[in-house]
């Protein structure tokens, strides 16, 4: 029983799933060292969507691989239900790992080319202990390609066969294999070409409504962030510069830096708005 759901087994979303205060991270040392995320104090509540919006090297695949300790920081904490991740060890941290995933924007560099693309969410399935026996874990791979709008018979097919929008699929298949509560998607649509984004911005919006999973959803582009969250919160240099609902954000911005970027944007309506 997870600590974030009430007698009725729905989530509490008052609680943070995933929080940060002061978060610092750093690279280098003396004069080589970069300061990619400063002081920043976030929170997403279960089931929530944040984007993290901001131009290239501004800090927000740092800040992503922090809150999934895949970046130690130099200063600040993160928590996952309240806990600091930086304290995990062994059993609690191979279940933080179970419960909070990452799709990359390259679904290209992510799978293993040498093996099946079944064998690769299989593998994820074994490692963590998942499924009663090979057969089993086998119709498991086969139910997610068909979640993520696959044909369940592409497991017996190599990466080189898909195209990258499948790919991508593919490797949110493998994310979602372990049933996850928390997602980081770092600009998972930047490498599609733009006719297959909205497929995919469809797909992730699809899968949050039907599994509740909170995301972290990063991206340059605000039009792509607007079409996946509910709150979006806007990185310069390392720093936070404004968070609101998405509406506010786009449509109302405070701060000179978002005019910015929205004045950067071509046509936000016009990505992802269903279809
Ligand atoms: N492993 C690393 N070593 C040194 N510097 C890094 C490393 N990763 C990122 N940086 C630097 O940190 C800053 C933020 O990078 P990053 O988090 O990748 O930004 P974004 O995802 O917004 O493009 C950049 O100046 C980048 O060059
Ligand atoms: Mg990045």
Redesign the pocket.
């Known amino acids: 029983m997870n600590a974030m759901e009430d007698t009725s087994g729905r989530k509490d979303r008052r609680i943070p799933l995933v929080e940060t205060g002061g978060l610092e991270v750093t690279?280098?040392t003396g004069r080589e060292k970069?300061r990619?995320v400063r002081g920043v104090d976030l929170a997403i509540a279960p089931g929530e969507a944040l984007g993290l919006v901001?131009?290239?090297?501004?800090?927000?695949?740092?800040?992503g691989r922090a809150l999934l300790r895949l970046e130690d920081p130099s200063s600040g904490e993160v928590l996952f239900e309240g806990s600091p991740v930086t304290g995990l060890r062994g059993a609690a941290l191979k279940a933080f790992r179970r419960r909070a995933q990452i799709i990359f924007q390259d679904p290209f560099g992510s799978l293993n080319p040498r093996l099946k693309v079944g064998r690769a969410i299989e593998e994820v399935l074994h490692i963590h202990g998942l499924g009663a026996d090979n057969p089993a874990r086998r119709r498991r791979v086969r139910e997610l390609l068909d979640d993520v709008g696959l044909e369940p018979a592409f497991a017996d097919r190599y990466p080189h066969e898909f195209s990258g929008g499948q790919r991508q699929r593919i490797c949110i298949a493998r994310a979602l294999a372990l049933d996850p509560v928390f997602l980081v998607a770092d600009e998972p649509v930047s490498a599609l070409d733009v006719s297959v984004q909205a497929n995919i911005l469809d797909l992730l919006r699809r899968i949050r409504a039907e599994r509740d999973i909170a995301m972290l959803f990063?991206s340059h582009d605000l039009a792509v962030v607007r079409a996946v969250c509910e709150r979006i919160a806007v990185?310069k240099d390392?720093e936070i510069v404004e968070t609101g609902t998405a509406d506010q954000v786009c449509d109302r911005p405070r701060h000179a830096y978002t005019k910015k970027l929205l004045s950067a944007v071509p046509d936000l309506a016009g990505i992802g708005e269903g279809a």
Do not use: T
């Open positions: 690279y280098g970069v990619a901001g131009e290239s090297g501004c800090g927000k695949s740092s800040l990063i990185m390392g």
